[in-house]
C-alpha cells in the first residue's frame, strides 16, 4: 500500500488503473504538473483526440486543452475518471498514463 507523499501542489487521488492511492500532485523541474504531461503523451502516443477523451469523460473539450498546454491541472477526482476512461478507450493507454503520471512508485 502506497503512503501519503507531499511535493509541490495540491492533495490528489490517483490510480493505478484498479486501485486508488492518495498521493500529492507531481511536478516537474519546470512546474509542469506530471498530469498533464502523461496526458500529453499517451494521447498523442495512442492517437486519442481530445475530443474523444471530452466525449467519454462527459465534459467540453476546452477542459481538456487546458490540461494537454499545462493552463490548468486536473483535479484528483478528474484524474481518476482520466484513467477509467482511458482505460475503456485503450487499456494500454491507461496503463502508461499511470506509469508516466507516477513513474517507478507502482513498480513490482
Given at each position: 500500500m502506497?503512503?501519503?507523499?507531499?511535493?509541490?501542489?495540491?492533495?490528489?487521488d490517483v490510480?493505478d488503473?484498479?486501485?486508488?492511492?492518495?498521493?500529492?500532485?507531481?511536478?516537474d523541474?519546470?512546474?509542469?504538473?506530471?498530469?498533464?504531461q502523461?496526458?500529453?503523451q499517451?494521447?498523442?502516443?495512442y492517437?486519442?483526440s481530445?475530443?474523444?477523451?471530452?466525449?467519454?469523460?462527459?465534459?467540453?473539450?476546452?477542459a481538456?486543452f487546458k490540461?494537454?498546454?499545462?493552463?490548468?491541472?486536473?483535479?484528483?477526482?478528474?484524474?481518476?475518471e482520466?484513467?477509467q476512461?482511458?482505460k475503456?478507450?485503450?487499456?494500454?493507454?491507461?496503463?502508461?498514463f499511470?506509469?508516466?503520471?507516477?513513474?517507478?512508485?507502482?513498480e513490482d
Open positions: 502506497l503512503s501519503f507523499a507531499t511535493t509541490k501542489g495540491t492533495m490528489a490510480v488503473v484498479d486501485n486508488i492511492y492518495p498521493l500529492a500532485i507531481l511536478w523541474d519546470q512546474g509542469m504538473g506530471r498530469a498533464n502523461a496526458l500529453k499517451v494521447l498523442e502516443t492517437g486519442i481530445q475530443n474523444k477523451l471530452a466525449v467519454a469523460l462527459g465534459i467540453d473539450r476546452s481538456v490540461w494537454v498546454h499545462d493552463q490548468r491541472e486536473p483535479s484528483s477526482e478528474t484524474i481518476v482520466i484513467t476512461v482511458l475503456t478507450l485503450n487499456p494500454l493507454a491507461a496503463k502508461e499511470v506509469k508516466l503520471y507516477l513513474g517507478t512508485i507502482v
